[in-house]
């Protein structure tokens, strides 16, 4: 149901704009998140945005990243500014429809994409 793209090699300080698209009737209703899992580390959250628009982020990430929504193309966009090497990772988006969630929890998320590489040289 999640589709995620936008992955690959940018230089240190470049930017890149990853998107999720959703294949659900009430995709407003969704919160949307992002992980993202380097090499030889767990998956670990990133942002996300609740279906009021509320959004939340990692401290490493605060500042240079940003998540948006727009529900009527049932896609939300991680938009990665100032990218340095320990942003090298695959990133998953992720949603959920339950109630009570925790957003930094990827327990807690029931929908997963497959994952896009973003390499950052240096």
């Known amino acids: 149901q999640l589709q995620a793209s936008g992955g690959g090699l940018v230089q240190a300080g470049g930017s890149l704009r990853l998107s999720c698209a959703l294949s659900?009737?009430?995709?407003?209703?969704?919160?949307m998140g992002w992980f993202r899992q380097a090499p030889g580390k767990e998956r670990e959250f990133v942002t996300a945005?609740?279906?009021?628009?509320?959004?939340y982020y990692a401290d490493s990430v605060k500042g240079r990243f940003a998540i948006s929504r727009d529900n009527a193309k049932k896609t939300n966009y991680l938009q990665m500014n100032s990218l340095n090497a320990e942003d090298t990772a695959v990133y998953y988006c992720?949603?959920?429809?339950?109630?009570?969630?925790?957003?930094?929890?990827?327990?807690?998320?029931?929908?997963w994409g497959q994952g896009t590489l973003v390499t950052v040289s240096s």
């Open positions: 992720a949603a959920t429809d339950r109630d009570g969630v925790r957003l930094r929890s990827r327990d807690d998320y029931n929908y």
């Open positions: 945005m609740t279906w009021g628009g509320s959004t």
């Open positions: 659900a009737r009430t995709f407003s209703r969704y919160v």
